[in-house]
């Protein structure tokens, strides 16, 4: 009998099965169109609770006093853009980290650890997946939410803002799997990502400016990247000001992110990972 | 081999005692499961916390002074009392209404048929859980949002308490309906759950007065009975400043207030029965 | 009629609806049951033999009113179905789903104590019934840990241990013995023949046929939503008359199965694969003159017979006889 000669996946056959899970949970997707729907307005009628309370009790000095408090006084954008990088963080944290709890809650997990296909590649598939998601939501919701609040949402260095975000998005990914891998040793999964979704909402400034935090506060709130992501938006579009004073600088510290923070989190991953295939199996839920 | 009962009627409850106790039973059965999800439990006060301070930062934003605004009342009562209601509604229709859902997947759903126990004390059941646990998350986000944006206002409270108790028996009705709903379109809940958590949002203005909205939005408001709920109730305890109640004079809010209590439970659970029967003509009280 | 459960013409048809293409469904009728009628007897251990699909299970969830029937009567412990609901649950102990119906994050006792208190018993008295069953299905070690830390046969007994937990007069078990290992299943038999010494009537569900066979007194076998044989084990096995079984293991291709099939003095042919070879089942009239031409027209056919066994009818051979294919069948609608 002739022996069966294993060849580890090339680098074009760990692309295909990538794009085969991207594929696979677009096609899941678009059967829930309302989903996708509500992604679009959910994050207008979040930034619009301040804003009507805003309006409603500081009046015709809303503006100003908006202006006074963040640097601009187009508190439409400042909130959009505030909650639409959220829906980004959001879908991260949902998409990545739910989505390995949700596998093993359904024993799907460990059929796909059987497979010569990484865990990791999977998981990639599936944050391709999540950004094309998001991205369109965000910017859709952005659009329309300017449109509704009769704004233009064309104000400002639409290419710089989007730099932003092409550069945090990996990050970012990188944060969900480091929680992802939290949440498939605690397993209370929906609890967990609510609350680190939140927790990081708080952080980044969604609805705020982050000087208003305390020192402590505001330092632990720049270790995250959609902080630096968000306020690099703002800056470009509405002229808030970036941190360090130039564009240039914090995009520098978002590139330092992207080149730090995934490796960091596969690292952990990996050894979360290895914890259980030792201890209970990555099936057991 | 397993013992049998002699005489199996002395062993049973009957009429009221055995009423109260399934509601006793269901309602441990239930803060049994919730404390046993310990993280889940730490979480939901930590996330009410933070999404209570990052609405109310928001809105400081707004004012002259930003964070170091002196307290204001009336922006406190505004957006305090509001976020009750809001907590609670959210809460019932995830709590009672989507949890029809979570026993179908769970398997207990056809379990609970099985026995002869009322449904509708399962239900109160969820209502009571909701009571207690929805009651302490609103007590705490109040005294950190009024430590953040000013001292409570606290008039008229009896007429007040009235107006809650009132609005939320209606607020359960709508859980219950919605627990109907549930039945019949399963997973799709979970959308309609967050849509209309986020129409409530919007139009039923717990977070800013009603007069932020556009006059054609307002009249959408008046036709939803939980805007008055909200209108009354906070216009009643911030000791009905000029211009509150928004929405109609008092009278006519307090009467729709007292019609949607009572009848909203009464119509809900009715709606579920027939859900119900649906479930049990084409089998789906399984399907998950 | 004095049964403890009487079925008149009980029918169940529901609507589906079968895809088409991106956004065109068609709507199907399945009639999952079609005029069933039957008597259980009290103090009998009934079997509802048949396959996946075959519509035992949709029959048992009518008869605990879980599903609203079409059209047809039944009666139940006395009460009548639709009518007198609640007391028809206060009165049956059921296992169904098998491990799914039980609260995770609830231990075993826990969660037999709470479904003790949805059947009103007193708190004493379910505190007291939860550990007598404990103890009897020797669910000790595990009673106290949380549902979810349990192994599937772990869970299946639990859910067992739960039908009792009202000591009804009429049990209802629908495939219990799935996924148990070999002693626990035997385990679990010997407690259901202790409960009907007791007095109990029980409903049992299988399609496994040695079960119905060991264990009940009488059974209806269930094939596409209709009883097609009812009565006591022997009887049906007598039932089908001067006809024998020959079993024929080996290398048997479809033509070959189709050819003996059409032999005279056969009623039927069945084929079905097992552990990697066909067995091929046939029906006859008289098995000495017909088994030549059977071994006559194999060979033909070149196949390899391993194995020729004539066999004592087993319930099997009547499901087969009656409905042309074996209990392993898969009959869901698709």
Redo the contacts between chains.
């Keep these: 009998m002739t022996a069966t000669t294993y060849k580890p996946p090339t680098p074009g056959q760990q692309l295909s099965a990538l794009l085969a899970e991207t594929r696979l949970r677009m096609l899941n997707i678009s059967r829930?169109p309302?989903?996708l729907v509500?992604e679009i307005?959910?994050p207008i009628?979040?930034a619009?609770?301040?804003m009507?309370?805003?309006?409603?009790?500081?009046g015709a000095?809303?503006g100003a006093?908006?202006k006074?408090?963040?640097g601009t006084a187009n508190?439409v954008a400042f909130?959009l853009i505030g909650s639409n990088v959220f829906t980004l963080v959001s879908n991260a944290f949902w998409h990545i980290a739910y989505w390995l709890r949700f596998e093993q809650e359904t024993g799907t997990l460990e059929a796909v650890y059987l497979t010569p296909t990484s865990s990791l590649t999977l998981a990639s598939g599936v944050a391709l997946y999540s950004v094309i998601r998001g991205l369109v939501a965000a910017l859709l919701a952005y659009f329309v939410g300017c449109l509704v609040f009769r704004v233009n949402p064309f104000e400002g260095d639409i290419v710089l803002a989007l730099a932003f975000i092409v550069v945090g998005l990996i990050p970012l990914y990188g944060i969900a799997l480091l929680f992802g891998a939290l949440v498939l040793k605690?397993k209370?999964s929906?609890?967990?990502i609510?609350?680190m979704q939140?927790?990081v909402?708080?952080l980044m400034g969604?609805?705020?400016p982050i000087t208003?935090m305390p020192p402590f506060v505001r330092f632990v709130a720049l270790l995250f990247p959609p902080t630096w992501m968000t306020n690099g938006v703002r800056s470009a579009l509405l002229g808030v000001g970036f941190f360090f004073g130039q564009w240039y600088l914090d995009w520098a510290v978002l590139w330092a992110f992207l080149l730090i923070v995934p490796l960091f989190s596969f690292w952990a991953f990996n050894r979360v990972e290895g914890n259980l295939k030792r201890n209970e199996g990555v099936g057991q839920f | 081999?397993?013992?049998?009962?002699s005489s199996?009627q002395s062993?049973?409850?009957?009429g009221p005692a055995?009423w109260w106790?399934?509601l006793?039973?269901?309602t441990?059965?239930e803060l049994?499961?919730m404390l046993?999800?310990?993280?889940?439990f730490v979480?939901?006060f930590?996330?009410v916390f933070?999404?209570v301070?990052?609405?109310t930062?928001?809105?400081?934003?707004?004012?002259?002074n930003?964070?170091r605004s002196e307290g204001?009342s009336?922006?406190a009562g505004?957006?305090i009392y509001g976020f009750i209601l809001f907590m609670f509604l959210s809460d019932t229709l995830w709590g009672i209404g989507y949890n029809v859902r979570r026993e179908q997947k769970?398997?207990?759903l056809?379990?609970?048929?099985?026995?002869?126990?009322s449904k509708f004390l399962t239900m109160l059941s969820r209502i009571t859980i909701t009571l207690i646990w929805t009651g302490s998350l609103c007590i705490l986000s109040a005294m950190l949002m009024s430590a953040m944006i000013g001292r409570l206002p606290f008039a008229n409270l009896p007429l007040g308490l009235l107006i809650l108790t009132l609005a939320l028996s209606g607020t359960f009705g709508t859980g219950f309906a919605f627990a109907a709903l549930t039945l019949r379109v399963r997973e799709?809940g979970q959308?309609i759950a967050?849509?209309a958590q986020?129409a409530f949002?919007?139009l039923c203005?717990p977070?800013?007065?009603f007069?932020?909205?556009p006059e054609w939005l307002q009249n959408v408001s008046r036709v939803i009975p939980l805007s008055y709920g909200v209108d009354a109730f906070r216009s009643t305890l911030m000791g009905f400043p000029n211009g509150y109640p928004e929405l109609a004079p008092l009278g006519v809010e307090i009467a729709i207030v007292v019609a949607f209590g009572l009848a909203m439970p009464v119509l809900g659970f009715w709606l579920y029965q027939r859900e119900e029967?649906h479930a049990?003509?084409?089998?789906s009280?399984?399907e998950y | 009629m004095n049964g403890q459960v009487i079925v008149e013409n009980l029918t169940k048809t529901?609507?589906t609806k079968q895809r088409k293409g991106l956004f065109k469904s068609e709507e199907k009728k399945v009639e999952a049951l079609k005029g069933v009628s039957l008597e259980i007897k009290p103090g009998e251990i009934f079997g509802l033999l048949g396959p996946n699909g075959a519509g035992k299970t949709?029959l048992i969830?009518c008869l605990?009113?879980?599903?609203?029937p079409t059209s047809g009567r039944a009666v139940v412990n006395g009460y009548e179905l639709t009518k007198q609901d609640?007391?028809i649950?206060?009165t049956?102990g059921?296992m169904?789903?098998g491990e799914?119906?039980?609260?995770?994050?609830?231990s075993g006792r826990?969660n037999l104590?709470?479904?003790g208190?949805?059947?009103?018993?007193?708190?004493a008295?379910r505190q007291q019934?939860a550990d007598?069953?404990i103890e009897?299905l020797n669910l000790g070690e595990i009673a106290d840990r949380?549902v979810e830390t349990y192994s599937s046969g772990q869970k299946m007994k639990l859910a067992f241990a739960?039908a009792?937990i009202n000591?009804a007069p009429l049990l209802i078990l629908d495939e219990p013995t799935n996924t148990l290992d070999l002693p626990s299943a035997h385990e679990l038999r010997a407690?259901v023949r202790?409960?009907n010494r007791?007095?109990k009537t029980v409903i049992y569900t299988t399609h496994i046929m040695s079960e119905a066979e060991t264990l009940c007194n009488r059974v209806a076998i269930v094939d596409r939503g209709e009883v097609l044989a009812l009565g006591t084990v022997d009887n049906l096995k007598a039932s089908l008359g001067r006809e024998a079984v020959i079993r024929i293991e080996g290398v048997i291709s479809t033509e070959a199965s189709q050819a003996v099939g059409r032999l005279p003095g056969v009623s039927r042919a069945v084929a079905a694969a097992t552990n990697g070879h066909s067995q091929l089942t046939v029906v006859a009239q008289d098995q000495a003159a017909t088994l030549p031409r059977v071994i006559e027209t194999l060979a033909a056919y070149k196949a390899v017979m391993q194995k020729i066994t004539p066999e004592e009818v087993t319930l099997e051979d009547v499901f087969i006889a009656r409905t042309g294919r074996t209990l392993a069948d898969d009959t869901r609608v698709k």
């Design positions: 829930y309302g989903q509500m307005i959910i009628v979040f619009a609770m301040p009507l309370l805003g309006r409603a009790t500081a000095d809303a006093n908006f006074a408090n963040t508190y909130l605690v209370e929906n609890a967990l609510n609350l939140w927790g909402g708080f969604i609805f705020f208003v | 081999m397993l013992p049998t009962s199996p062993t049973l409850l009957t055995a106790d399934t006793i039973a269901s441990k059965k049994l499961i046993r999800y310990p993280v889940e979480a939901s930590a996330q933070l999404i301070i990052i609405l930062l928001a809105g400081l934003m707004f004012s002259e930003g964070v204001n009336t922006m505004l957006v769970q398997g207990t056809e379990q609970l048929y099985l026995s002869p126990a799709a959308t967050n849509l986020f949002m919007v203005a977070f800013f007065p007069s932020a909205l029967d049990r003509k084409n089998g009280l399984s | 529901y609507l949709t969830k605990t009113t879980l599903l609203l609640n007391a649950r206060a049956v059921c169904l789903m799914r119906g039980l609260y995770w994050k609830l826990e104590v709470f479904f208190a949805l059947y009103h018993l007193r708190p008295a019934r007598e069953i009897r949380a739960k009792l000591d407690v202790d409960l007791q007095g």
